[in-house]
């Protein structure tokens, strides 16, 4: 399938669940998480969730993280104004937020973050085929900023629905998740 296929499908998916749905599916990927054998990170990088999307949520994630690692670091996105680039904030309990233009919530201030202090990344996507590759919204923010993340920085995305079999129009600059956690199960993909 081709990546704006794959949108308006994965679109018009996510718009039929209600919010039960998703408090339901939300569980079951937290339930995954906590089962995986994923290494406790000293500091990661998350998506903040576009609701009106209706994108999984992981800070339920973070705080199982945190509860395991109460010096656990936390880095967020914020667009850098006037480019399609994305810089790392860190993130704490006074941090004050504001909505950017697609709705998301980003801070106002902070910390700068290099990309390479992070373990493990929250990658956002609409839907992830079986190799690993993800498509996202089409603007590339991720992609650009997982190049800069450490080779050995754990990539993993989060959706309420299975992979396709395979994304036909990709990109030499996509980078693939390591692994992507739906209600059902956890997918791990072999690094190209």
């Excluded at 700068?112 to 990658?123: I, W, Y």
């Amino acid at each position: 399938m081709l990546k704006r296929d794959i949108r308006i499908s994965f679109l018009e998916r996510r718009s039929r669940l209600t919010t039960a749905d998703v408090e339901t599916l939300e569980e079951s990927i937290a339930c995954r998480f906590r089962e995986s054998q994923i290494p406790l990170p000293a500091a990661i990088h998350r998506f903040m969730p576009a609701r009106d999307r209706c994108e999984p949520d992981p800070t339920p994630l973070v705080a199982w993280l945190r509860s395991r690692n109460p010096g656990l670091r936390e880095m967020v996105p914020r667009i850098i104004p006037g480019t399609d680039r994305l810089e790392s904030i860190f993130v704490r309990s006074d941090t004050l937020w504001r909505f950017d233009t697609w709705g998301i919530p980003e801070p106002v201030e902070g910390a700068s973050a290099s990309p390479s202090e992070a373990d493990l990344v929250f990658v956002p996507l609409l839907a992830f085929d079986k190799s690993g590759h993800r498509v996202g919204y089409g603007k590339g923010f991720y992609d650009r900023f997982l190049t800069e993340c450490r080779i050995d920085c754990i990539r993993i995305g989060l959706s309420w629905f299975g992979p396709v079999d395979a994304i036909d129009d990709l990109r030499p600059e996509d980078v693939p998740l390591h692994l992507c956690i739906t209600p059902e199960r956890i997918y791990a993909f072999p690094q190209l």
